[in-house]
């Protein structure tokens, strides 16, 4: 779940997303090069449902959809 938390940190710091297209990946290291022109997704707010809560989920999908949801899942093997 961190994993989310982070890469929405990094999206609103940044000023939004880029297609893969305008901002390919290569395996090195190096300089970043984010043009905010070319950025195609942003991230307005966000929010916390309560857990177990379907009427917040419910509202939440029906006034501000898209909704992401994380997952945090613990495999305990006896």
Do not use: R, W
């Not at 917040?56 to 093997?77: C, D, G, K, M, R």
């Amino acid at each position: 779940m961190i994993y989310y938390v982070i890469h929405y940190v990094i999206l609103s710091s940044v000023g939004g997303l880029e297609e893969e297209q305008d901002y390919e990946y290569h395996a090195v290291e190096g300089e970043c090069h984010f043009n905010k022109k070319l950025t195609k997704a942003t991230v307005e707010s966000s929010f916390n449902i309560t857990e177990g809560d379907e009427d917040q989920l419910t509202l939440s999908i029906a006034y501000f959809n898209p909704v992401s949801i994380a997952f945090e899942v613990h495999l305990y093997i006896t």
